[in-house]
Every structure is written in C-alpha cells, then in structure tokens.
Nanobody, 119 residues
C-alpha cells in the first residue's frame, strides 16, 4: 500500500482545512492520521475503521476534526475546523490491519503534509 497525503497549507487561526490521503492498492485497512509538531513527538490524531463505522480522535482535536473515507476512491479525509496554532504540524496518514490509536498498529505511512496555523 502506498499513501499520498495532500491538502496542507498555511491558514489563520479559526480557519478550516481538509487533508486527503490517497491509497494505492487494497483499501481493506484501518486508516489513521498522526501529526508531528515542531520539537514534538509524533502523536495520534484520528482513526477510522475500514467500513467507516468506528472512529476515534485525540482529545485535543475532538469536536473540531472529522475523519472520513471513501473506499470507492481509495481516499481518507481529515476535515479540520477551528484550527489553532498548536495544530501546526506535519500530518501523516497511515494504514494498518488492527484498529487502534497506537503508532505501532500502522504498517504503512504517507510522506506527510505540512499544516501551519498562524495566530
């Protein structure tokens, strides 16, 4: 599985942005988004089951971010609303076989897309 993330950019606090992650090959994977801010470790953001019936979010983004997927297009999305400067990070999409929020549950990773939120 190859993953290609896109949609990052420079926005102002309070703005919205949607990230996309296009997957090649099989779509029978749990999909997740992680992020790594400046000087920080990579952290979990959101995950979604193969059928889209289950999803989980980090507490820091709950209520502001929404993960979704379109299996017909082999694409997973991360809609980010009410962005804050602390959301500034490189965002990575990932694919795995076991549902969960832990980093090591995901075997495949995209290259990352940078989101910068100015105050």
């Amino acid at each position: 599985v190859q993953l290609q993330a896109s949609g990052g950019g420079l926005v102002q606090a309070g703005d919205s942005l949607e990230l996309s992650c296009a997957a090649s090959g099989s779509t029978y994977y749990i999909m997740g988004w992680f992020r790594q801010g400046p000087g920080k470790e990579r952290e979990f953001v959101a995950t979604i089951s193969w059928g889209g019936g289950m999803s989980d979010y980090a507490n820091s983004v709950k209520g502001r971010f929404t993960i979704s997927r379109d299996n017909a297009k082999n694409t997973v999305y991360l809609q980010m609303n009410s962005l804050k400067p602390e959301d500034t990070a490189v965002y990575y999409c990932a694919a795995g076989r076991v549902y969960g929020t832990e980093f090591n549950r995901y075997q495949y990773w995209g290259q990352g897309t940078l989101v910068t939120v100015s105050s």
